[in-house]
């Protein structure tokens, strides 16, 4: 129960008020002034009928205007408004007294000890905390703010430490403590960066393992020379990513980078909105191409861009210049042109999908980037990286990964590769439900097998009928590259009569 007393300011008042509650027999638990006008009473709950007579009683004391229950006290909201804060905060926040001691912990720096809040509140900070002695520095003549190298266990931090000083009555302060933030070497990195105001370009792209750390050194090469480049892999491995970060790193990094999705271009506007538009001589809308102008043009899954399109690229490639929809003048177009697909061009070209002539044009330059299950040493870095970049931008603690989470994560297809991960780590943080770790549970990555794709567990069917579906899966993606079922029979090993009747059984026709 809290009474909110409105007053005016009046030597003894409180007393007063007291002398009521304790003719009342109530035992008071705290109080709270303010230089507003009101006072604050906080007490065990009461029956409705001793409310009714007691709220009466303090309104007849001096100087007392009003009395009215309230839900919380100005030191309560206080208190959890801090409370709050420190729980969303991303980096590890400990509150020492004078000694040293922890008196208050965020839920980042639990985890980062991997301890409970009772196990770490009253003992000296330096229990855990080493290269820095705390209790000495509070104690020195004068307390200022430092800032260190500390370390727990193997992993190193940043230490910054702000004295608490409190007012005394002389004008004067009394130490009563300090505040201490860790930040991990990542942050840290992170912050100068933003405080730099540099262009990110390779340094976003993590790279551990060595097949991805030839393609980073490729793509850092390419990226400096103004050829047409070509960047495939599957689905959700960063093409664009790369791409904006050959942009960043060229000489044109000062000029736009416009990103466009061909395969979200309709057949009906892609020239329009790729080249321009012209209509009784004055330019209605201008294209991509001319709005990038000094810059990179990036055309993602290029193998989706309608015929009609392709032919107008082939030309700004060959020639460097292009005209508008509707209009006759040549515009001359100064862009770099980068290009990715999931998809395989020169498969394409045989079957007629995409033009052979463009397709030699765009792949002047280029460099594949491996999946995600060719690169696992990567995957814990970047879930690592994921978790505490989402944790920070939905102020959240950063969560350790579970050893079994490890494993999954480990052992996982991904074929949905880095954007799968990073989706996943995004749901997992958002959906956190104040667990210190981060679990597979949490993660709800659906079942997947290379070969077939994802299934349920409520599978029906039978062992050959799995079987046969693979079979036809895989003679239909070689049958392509091996367009005779004597070249197919050989690569795969069996007579050519096996193949034509499967390929028959199947329904696979000859590629054209």
Same mark, same amino acid.
């Given at each position: 129960m809290r009474l909110e007393v409105s007053c005016q300011d009046r030597i003894g008042l409180a007393k007063d008020i007291l002398v009521v509650l304790e003719r009342y027999g109530i035992n008071l638990i705290a109080i709270d002034a303010s230089n507003k006008g009101f006072l604050y009473f906080q007490f065990a709950e009461v029956t409705f009928n001793t409310l009714s007579e007691l709220m009466p009683q303090i309104r007849k004391v001096e100087s007392v205007n009003d009395v009215r229950t309230v839900s919380f006290m100005p030191s309560e909201q206080e208190h959890y408004a801090l409370k709050t804060l420190?729980?969303?905060?991303?980096?590890?926040?400990?509150?020492?007294?004078?000694?040293?001691?922890?008196?208050?912990?965020?839920?980042?720096?639990?985890?980062?000890?991997?301890?409970a809040e009772h196990e770490v509140v009253e003992e000296p900070l330096n229990h855990w905390v080493q290269g820095f002695n705390f209790s000495r520095w509070l104690s020195e003549p004068q307390v200022l703010a430092q800032a260190t190298r500390v370390h727990i266990g193997q992993s190193e931090y940043l230490a910054e430490m702000l004295p608490i000083y409190l007012p005394d009555e002389n004008q004067g302060s009394i130490l009563a403590g300090a505040v201490v933030s860790l930040k991990s070497p990542a942050r840290v990195g992170k912050q100068f960066n933003a405080l730099q105001n540099q262009t990110a370009g390779f340094e976003s792209v993590l790279a551990i393992s060595d097949k991805m750390k030839q393609v980073v050194e490729q793509a850092k090469r390419m990226s400096q020379l103004d050829a047409p480049l070509l960047i495939t892999g599957e689905t959700g491995t960063g093409k664009e990513l790369m791409a904006r970060a050959c942009h960043d790193a060229s000489m044109r990094?000062?000029?736009?980078?416009?990103?466009?999705?061909?395969?979200?271009?309709? !057949?009906? @506007? /892609? *020239?329009?909105?790729?080249?321009?538009? $012209?209509?009784?001589?004055?330019?209605?809308?201008? =294209?991509? #191409?001319?709005?990038?102008?000094?810059?990179?043009?990036?055309? !993602?899954? @290029? /193998? *989706?861009?309608?015929?009609?399109?392709? $032919?107008?690229?082939?030309?700004?490639?060959?020639? =460097?210049? #292009?005209?508008?929809?509707?209009?006759?003048?040549?515009?001359?177009?100064? @862009?770099?042109?980068?290009?990715?697909?999931?998809?395989?061009?020169?498969?394409?070209?045989?079957?007629?999908?995409?033009?052979?002539?463009?397709?030699?044009?765009?792949?002047?330059?280029?460099?594949?980037?491996?999946?995600?299950?060719?690169?696992?040493?990567?995957?814990?870095?970047?879930?690592?990286?994921?978790?505490?970049?989402?944790?920070?931008?939905?102020?959240?603690?950063?969560?350790?990964?579970?050893?079994?989470?490890?494993?999954h994560l480990m052992t996982y297809a991904w074929p949905g590769n880095v954007r799968q991960l990073k989706n996943a780590v995004f749901r997992a943080v958002s959906m956190w439900d104040g667990s210190g770790e981060l679990t597979v549970e949490q993660l709800k990555l659906p079942s997947y097998a290379e070969g077939f794709g994802y299934f349920d567990h409520e599978f029906e069917g039978s062992l050959d009928e799995a079987m046969k579906q693979f079979e036809a899966s895989l003679l239909r993606r070689l049958y392509p590259a091996y367009p005779s079922t004597r070249q197919l029979a050989r690569k795969l090993g069996v007579s050519h009569t096996a193949i034509a009747n499967k390929l028959r059984e199947y329904k696979i026709s000859k590629p054209k």
């Open positions: 420190l729980k969303t905060l991303p980096d590890s926040v400990f509150s020492l007294d004078s000694k040293g001691r922890i008196r208050i912990v965020n839920e980042s720096a639990l985890l980062t000890l991997g301890m990094r000062e000029h736009p980078f416009i990103a466009i999705n061909c395969a979200a271009l309709p !057949d009906s @506007v /892609a *020239e329009e909105e790729l080249f321009g538009y $012209v209509s009784d001589g004055k330019v209605v809308k201008k =294209g991509f #191409f001319e709005e990038a102008k000094g810059g990179t043009v990036f055309l !993602d899954e @290029v /193998a *989706e861009m309608s015929k009609a399109a392709q $032919v107008k690229l082939l030309r700004l490639l060959q020639d =460097g210049s #292009f005209r508008r929809i509707g209009g006759d003048e040549e515009v001359r177009a100064d @862009v770099r042109i980068i290009c990715s697909t999931q998809k395989n061009l020169a498969e394409l070209c045989q079957t007629g999908d995409f033009r052979e002539d463009l397709y030699y044009r765009i792949h002047v330059l280029s460099f594949h980037l491996p999946s995600l299950r060719e690169r696992r040493v990567d995957i814990l870095p970047l879930t690592e990286m994921f978790l505490e970049h989402y944790s920070q931008q939905l102020s959240s603690p950063v969560r350790r990964i579970s050893a079994e989470c490890r494993d």
